[in-house]
């Protein structure tokens, strides 16, 4: 009886209020997204002698970390808050579901589109806008375009950061490679006149 009354929590409507920067769309891709890679977590086993349960709990443990997001439809940032949202709202339900060693399919559509709803609604055929190429910032008073890698990370123009370094050695850093990049810039277009 017990059994019976745990599956129809499963299925009850429920919603989660989503914050002003994660739209439905974002949420769906996040929740598909955290079942692929609790599945991907889990699909790796076959020699391991410790019990499923704490391979459950230690995928869920891991899995909302920005480097499982990396190949998705939105940035990782985003795609980590729908991953947390989700297992915040129903950890207990995915443990159990997990434990059940159901298919990718059946998890997506369990988990997804029937308890959380994260999917209801949302045409998953259609494609997310682009990321763009380039965000417009300022820096020292000075409009500056960066531009964006494939993750939305935004590109700069600095080797490497060393762990030291104070934030004003690197603005200072950031204005000698603009001026470099600028003096650039103005001999080139004095060569093409």
Do not use: W
């Not at 159901?102 to 999917?119: H, Q, R, V």
């Not at 990370?153 to 490679?177: F, N």
């Amino acid at each position: 009886m017990a059994r019976i009354f745990e599956l129809l929590l499963l299925f009850l409507p429920f919603t989660v209020a989503l914050p002003d920067d994660l739209d439905q769309a974002m949420y769906c891709e996040g929740c598909v997204a955290t079942v692929t890679e609790l599945d991907k977590l889990l699909s790796n086993l076959h020699n391991s002698e410790d019990p499923f349960e704490m391979h459950v709990i230690n995928a869920m443990d891991e899995v909302c970390h920005r480097d499982h997001f990396g190949t998705y439809a939105y940035i990782p940032p985003k795609m980590v808050k729908s991953c947390r949202m989700l297992l915040d709202e129903f950890d207990e339900d995915v443990e159990k579901l997990l434990m059940t060693h159901p298919k990718l399919e059946d998890m997506e559509k369990t988990l997804c589109y029937e308890l959380s709803k994260a999917c209801e609604g949302v045409d998953r055929s259609a494609k997310p806008k682009p990321l763009p190429d380039t965000i417009t910032t300022h820096f020292d008073g000075d409009r500056q375009e960066l531009p964006v890698d494939d993750q939305g990370r935004v590109q700069m123009s600095l080797e490497e950061i060393p762990p030291d370094m104070t934030d004003e050695e690197i603005a200072e850093q950031i204005r000698k490679e603009r001026a470099q990049e600028e003096k650039a810039k103005q001999k080139r277009a004095q060569e093409e006149l």
